[in-house]
């Protein structure tokens, strides 16, 4: 592929509802532009973005893909995304790299809920947009209905850019709204004009009149035009267009058939002509030395810069480091330096990727995006710039992954090759985590929902041939006392030569203070107990309240005061003391109405105004206490509650049933309460069967 320059290139995102055809949309663009002789089908497991054997599997993008291709002398680099919610960091990464953004809408489905994810992450992003309608050649799909859905959702700035016509339930042609001309397909990419069809007329009268407007309200002469009813050159039309969109006061709808490749050629001629080229975006950074703001602005006269977005992780072709050129010119000779690592980089090979297949290239240009093979010390997130000039880029903001699982290693001795399989993972996926829960001796796998993590362990077993299973993980409780408790403990043990001798008096009562273990005090008077056995008889509780006698967990909020005792000249010894301690402890406690903590969680839902009573009745069940409701626009809601962590299991798949995937929520853990007397018994049950 030949080098572009920054005027030459668009980056573009396609986003979607899962199902809505982006895959097919990337193999038809590729075909028209003649990329490829043939079009690959996702039931057929042979598309260039869909090249993983999970994606092949289960038929639906899991990772982002990035697919470049030639129209009309641009380079026009497509981001392919997944469309289900638990990949939405696949997404993100995608999004923070993109110029400008198509939202794939099915012609039979209409707006769905990843739509209007879809917009929102334009909106945060303020990436320009288009809307592209597929599926036009299925005889139930509806182009009005679509737009009418839009419009009422999104308002004036909707802007259908050609209108559908019908034969014989087929689709054979458009008319051009900004042309007002009809044409008729005749091949690929290929149309010849036509008569306009006397149905479709009112509503390309209708949309023509809102483009129209539209274009006049970019310009005071063009208002003035418009109201004299002058008629705009195309020309003019265009460049009214291209401006609008730019700003996002205009989001053109366009329409076509991916398995036809009907329409294809007029989306790619509109990414070329309405999007924006990367020098026509912002990027800064901070210059690390002085702590200056550099503004990169994808200028090639520039220090050379780059932000890696996403990293591949193969096990047969190796790690590739996504780029996006933020400045300069990168050539494969370059050594740029990695300044979170600090770490200098030699680039070696540069590429662009088409699906998992690297295309070597000599150079890439500022807002140009590639990959690097093997860079040792590079993850997601790094910027590489120059020793001379160091400059960070900000990090991309991820969706904080909340849905977790307990993962069991099936086979012994495979533990270490399944943390270097997840590490590798948790390179390519910024939203799986792996965490080690020791207290409660367990391994965690964070996901973004159930979906995220049944994939995560089908591709261990595909990719890396280790085999795990999910389990429900432990909750984290605590035990502590309601009461006072007085105890007497001696250990006693006499055998040949010297005996063990060790007697406690302790009393046990509650500290007030349940973010500490123990308080350890002494009131012993006369000798008693000999000061030098005091750090034994401390070391003894030390030991005891990392398991507590009710259940197992650790004890908290326990004061613990050594007032008498006894000793033996000769068999007294600390070992002696710390064992008569840790039977006190064991039996102080049971005497001292010991209870079991569950801990608690701060939970934040957004939800639709619709659902708010279902969210609501649905955390009473999980013993969650409603804190308060707050309205953050957009039709939705905040519900604030307190919830134990056990209501927080299996939550995410819940809410998304019942706000139709509208719904999101965010959890961080606040305290300790004591737990009900029937959830007690239960997890005392349960630890006694486990032993």
């Not at 990949?87 to 939202?103: P, R, T």
Request: glycine share 8%; proline share 4%; net charge negative.
């Amino acid at each position: 592929m030949k080098v572009y320059r920054t005027d030459e290139i668009r980056n573009v995102v396609l986003l979607g509802h899962g199902g809505s055809g982006k895959t097919s949309l990337v193999e038809a663009m590729l075909y028209v532009s003649g990329a490829t002789n043939r079009m690959g089908k996702i039931t057929d497991h042979n598309t260039v973005s869909d090249f993983d054997k999970e994606e092949q599997k289960r038929e639906f993008s899991i990772s982002t893909s990035l697919i470049p291709l030639e129209w009309e002398k641009a380079k026009i680099n497509i981001l392919d995304t997944p469309g289900y919610f638990d990949f939405v960091g696949e997404v993100e990464e995608a999004v923070s790299a993109a110029d400008a953004a198509i939202i794939v809408v099915s012609g039979k489905a209409g707006v769905q809920v990843g739509t209007e994810k879809a917009w929102e992450l334009c909106e945060k992003y303020h990436l320009p947009r288009m809307i592209y309608v597929t599926e036009m050649d299925v005889d139930d799909a509806s182009f009005r209905e679509v737009v009418e859905e839009l419009t009422a959702k999104y308002g004036k700035v909707i802007a259908p850019r050609a209108v559908p016509f019908r034969e014989n339930e087929k689709l054979v042609g458009y008319v051009n709204i900004i042309k007002n001309a009809a044409r008729r397909f005749t091949g690929i990419a290929e149309r010849e004009e036509c008569e306009m069809p006397d149905y479709i007329v009112p509503y390309v009268e209708k949309y023509r009149e809102k483009l129209l407007e539209a274009v006049a309200e970019t310009s005071e002469e063009f208002m003035e035009r418009y109201f004299n009813g002058e008629e705009f050159s195309t020309e003019e039309v265009r460049a009214a267009l291209r401006s609008n969109v730019m700003d996002g006061s205009i989001v053109p709808v366009g329409m076509g058939s991916n398995l036809e490749a009907q329409g294809v050629a007029n989306l790619l001629s509109d990414i070329v002509r309405f999007f924006p080229s990367p020098d026509k975006r912002e990027c800064a950074g901070i210059k690390r030395t002085t702590n200056e703001i550099f503004e990169a602005n994808y200028d090639f006269a520039k220090s050379k810069s780059a932000y890696v977005f996403k990293t591949m992780v193969d096990p047969f072709i190796g790690k590739y480091s996504f780029i996006k050129v933020c400045s300069g010119v990168l050539k494969g000779e370059d050594t740029l330096y990695n300044a979170s690592a600090d770490a200098d980089e030699k680039l070696g090979k540069l590429y662009v990727m088409s699906g998992n297949k690297p295309i070597e290239v000599s150079e890439l240009h500022a807002g140009d995006i590639g990959a690097i093979a093997k860079l040792a010390s590079t993850k997601t997130g790094d910027t590489l710039s120059t020793k001379s000039t160091q400059i960070m880029y900000g990090k991309t903001e991820y969706s904080v992954p909340y849905t977790y699982m307990k993962y069991v290693v099936k086979t012994k001795g495979d533990e270490d090759k399944v943390s270097q399989a997840l590490a590798k993972m948790m390179a390519e996926d910024v939203t799986l985590k792996a965490v080690n829960d020791s207290e409660n001796r367990q391994s965690l796998l964070y996901g973004m929902g159930d979906q995220h993590l049944e994939i995560a362990v089908s591709k261990l077993a595909s990719r890396y041939k280790v085999d795990v299973t999910l389990e429900t993980p432990k909750v984290a409780f605590r035990e502590t006392i309601r009461k006072k408790s007085d105890v007497d403990s001696k250990y006693k043990k006499q055998s040949g030569g010297h005996g063990q001798y060790g007697h406690v008096k302790m009393r046990f009562e509650p500290s007030g203070d349940l973010e500490t273990p123990y308080v350890f005090e002494e009131e012993v008077v006369g000798g008693a107990v000999p000061k030098n056995y005091f750090p034994a008889v401390e070391k003894g509780l030390q030991e005891s309240v990392v398991k507590g006698p009710l259940a197992g967990y650790p004890v908290v909020g326990v004061k613990a005061v050594l007032y008498d005792g006894s000793y033996h000249p000769v068999d007294s010894s600390e070992m002696a003391f710390k064992t008569a301690t840790i039977q006190a402890f064991k039996k102080g406690i049971l005497e001292a109405s010991p209870v079991l903590l569950e801990p608690i969680a701060n939970l934040k839902v957004t939800v639709p105004d619709e659902n708010t009573g279902d969210v609501m009745g649905d955390l009473n069940k999980r013993r969650g206490r409603v804190m308060g409701m707050n309205p953050v626009g957009n039709g939705k809601q905040v519900i604030e509650a307190e919830i134990p962590m056990t209501g927080v299991f299996g939550y995410c798949t819940v809410l998304r049933s019942m706000t139709a995937g509208r719904g999101s929520y965010e959890y961080e853990f606040v305290r300790y309460e004591q737990a009900p007397s029937d959830v007690q018994e239960k997890e005392i049950a349960n630890r006694q069967a486990e032993e």
